[in-house]
């Protein structure tokens, strides 16, 4: 598998993974913005996993891909899995 290939997966499990934490810390009062607050700062987490971590060997005009490789994805399944975490635990 290749290393950005690597970097995308992370960032798809990772934007899963916050949205289900963003749903489960709860939607009251202040705790909005600590859900909102939660996606960027992962975001930011798995930027400087696929830097330092993976180490990504890439040419100077190709930096840009350890940033934007995934950001949809993880946008996408972030706010995916929030959404179905509140329907689903919201009683009828």
């Known amino acids: 598998m290749k290393q950005l290939d690597q970097v995308f997966w992370i960032r798809a499990f990772l934007g899963a993974a916050t949205g289900l934490l963003s749903g489960v810390m709860g939607f009251s009062d202040g705790m909005l ?18 830097k330092y971590v993976i180490r990504l060997n890439l040419p100077q005009q190709e930096s840009h891909k350890i940033f934007t490789t995934g950001l949809g994805s993880f946008i996408a399944l972030w706010l995916f899995t929030w959404i179905i975490y509140y329907t689903i635990s919201l009683p009828p």
Do not use: F
């Not at 913005?33 to 696929?50: D, E, Q, R």
């Open 33 to 50: 913005y600590t859900g909102l607050l939660l996606g960027p700062i992962m975001y930011i987490v798995s930027y400087l996993v696929a």
